[in-house]
């Protein structure tokens, strides 16, 4: 099994990178394109395509080559870049994405919505519906960050910290079903020794992170980089001072926050008033 390791970052386009990549892992791995066929029930031609660049394929066979290779989300992560790529995605969001596939540890805060890596399928549905994916390109975007929670569920997955401002968890989604299934996800990943889940009352009042989301990623080196959203954008910020000053918000946030045992009960107290089924 190939050893983890930096993605090589030789092509700046994200689809040839995704190319150069798959290439890398199985020319590592001995295999011939017939022989990766056969073993993982695709016709090989078509990682021929992909290791061209001529296509990058969908998320099923994409999810089954990490698995072969024994790279949780690296190879989905690359996918997702591939795909925005030809979707006109940021190119600092772009950027972003390929630190996450590495990053040692997450921080992260989540002002409305629950972040990504945690969301159920029927979560991550309902709120890129919200925005502009439609059809197949939705399909491939749930797809694609289901995928991304691989790098918590595997043997080696970074520590990972969230603070849930109380709004995430008063803002249910239309179905009653999905938004219980995300509320127990929740409490299940707060117990995993390598996930920590903490709840920013609103009681707390104002704080140095009022209306904005951010994700701290520590990357090769030790060296913090962070990542702020809107719903409409988001910045990539790898200056040190900048880094300092959001790190400073965010440990003040994380002083006002109930600790994880506290939190993990405010989202159960939340979970008892949601009904197990839609009323009729």
Sequence with gaps: MPTR?????????????????????????????????????WDWSLFGKMEKGETVGGPEVVQALDTYYGTPGLLLALWELAVGDKTQFRERYRRYMSLEAEAASLWHFAVSIVPGVLQTPGYAREVLSAGDFRGDELEQQIAARMGRKERLAGDD???????????????????VAEWRAQLEYLCEMSERRDVTVQVLPQSAGPHGLVGTDVIFLRVSGGRPVAYTENAYWGDLIEENARVERLQRAY????????????????ILRILEDVPCSPST
Excluded: H, M, N, Y
Excluded at 169 to 174: H, V
């Design 5 to 41: 390791r930096v993605v090589t970052g030789r092509s700046r386009e994200p689809r040839a990178r995704f190319a150069e990549e798959l290439r890398s892992l199985r020319l590592q791995r001995g295999d011939s394109l017939r022989q990766l066929g056969e073993r993982l029930g």
């Design 251 to 266: 440990d003040g946030v994380r002083d006002l926050a109930l600790s994880p045992p506290e939190s993990r009960k405010f």
């Design 157 to 175: 997955p970074p520590p990972f910290r969230t603070i849930l401002s109380e709004a995430v968890l008063r803002t249910p989604l239309r179905d």
